[in-house]
Protein backbone atom coordinates (compact mmCIF):
# COMPACT_ATOMS: atom_id res chain seq x y z
CA UNK A 1 0.00 0.00 0.00
CA UNK A 2 1.52 3.25 -0.80
CA UNK A 3 0.86 6.46 1.31
CA UNK A 4 0.59 9.34 0.91
CA UNK A 5 0.74 12.40 3.92
CA UNK A 6 -1.14 15.73 3.03
CA UNK A 7 -1.54 18.86 4.77
CA UNK A 8 -5.43 20.83 4.67
CA UNK A 9 -5.87 24.01 6.20
CA UNK A 10 -9.00 23.25 8.31
CA UNK A 11 -9.67 26.83 8.74
CA UNK A 12 -11.48 27.14 5.29
CA UNK A 13 -14.84 25.89 4.26
CA UNK A 14 -13.11 23.67 1.19
CA UNK A 15 -10.25 22.33 4.20
CA UNK A 16 -13.40 20.83 5.91
CA UNK A 17 -15.21 19.89 3.37
CA UNK A 18 -12.24 17.51 1.89
CA UNK A 19 -11.77 16.32 5.86
CA UNK A 20 -15.11 15.16 5.65
CA UNK A 21 -14.66 13.20 2.91
CA UNK A 22 -12.29 11.40 3.81
CA UNK A 23 -13.65 10.57 7.05
CA UNK A 24 -16.03 8.48 4.97
CA UNK A 25 -13.41 5.99 4.00
CA UNK A 26 -12.38 4.58 7.22
CA UNK A 27 -10.78 1.92 5.56
CA UNK A 28 -8.39 3.27 3.14
CA UNK A 29 -7.84 6.78 5.20
CA UNK A 30 -5.80 7.45 8.20
CA UNK A 31 -6.38 10.43 10.16
CA UNK A 32 -4.48 11.55 12.71
CA UNK A 33 -4.99 14.60 14.72
CA UNK A 34 -2.35 16.53 16.03
CA UNK A 35 -2.42 17.07 20.42
CA UNK A 36 -3.66 20.51 21.34
CA UNK A 37 -1.19 22.76 21.99
CA UNK A 38 -1.90 22.99 25.84
CA UNK A 39 -0.79 19.56 26.06
CA UNK A 40 1.79 18.77 23.67
CA UNK A 41 4.48 19.72 25.78
CA UNK A 42 3.23 17.72 29.28
CA UNK A 43 3.51 14.00 29.79
CA UNK A 44 0.62 12.05 28.29
CA UNK A 45 -0.39 8.76 30.06
CA UNK A 46 -1.51 5.87 28.43
CA UNK A 47 -4.66 3.58 29.36
CA UNK A 48 -3.26 1.41 30.67
CA UNK A 49 -0.93 3.71 33.23
CA UNK A 50 -3.95 5.40 33.85
CA UNK A 51 -6.36 2.61 34.86
CA UNK A 52 -2.97 0.98 37.43
CA UNK A 53 -2.91 4.52 39.19
CA UNK A 54 -6.64 4.38 39.89
CA UNK A 55 -6.72 0.93 40.92
CA UNK A 56 -3.40 2.16 43.31
CA UNK A 57 -5.46 5.23 44.94
CA UNK A 58 -8.36 2.97 45.11
CA UNK A 59 -6.89 0.23 46.78
CA UNK A 60 -5.31 2.29 49.14
CA UNK A 61 -8.85 4.06 49.97
CA UNK A 62 -10.20 0.62 50.61
CA UNK A 63 -7.47 -0.82 51.99
CA UNK A 64 -7.83 -4.28 49.86
CA UNK A 65 -6.70 -5.00 46.19
CA UNK A 66 -8.90 -3.93 44.03
CA UNK A 67 -7.64 -5.68 41.01
CA UNK A 68 -9.10 -8.89 42.33
CA UNK A 69 -12.71 -8.07 43.34
Do not use: W
Not at 14 to 37: C, F, M, N, Q, S
Not at 52 to 64: A, F, M, T
Amino acid sequence: METVNVQIDLTTPTGRRLLRELEKHPKVAKIEYPLPAEIAGQKTYTLEESFNECCDILSEHYKCDVRKL
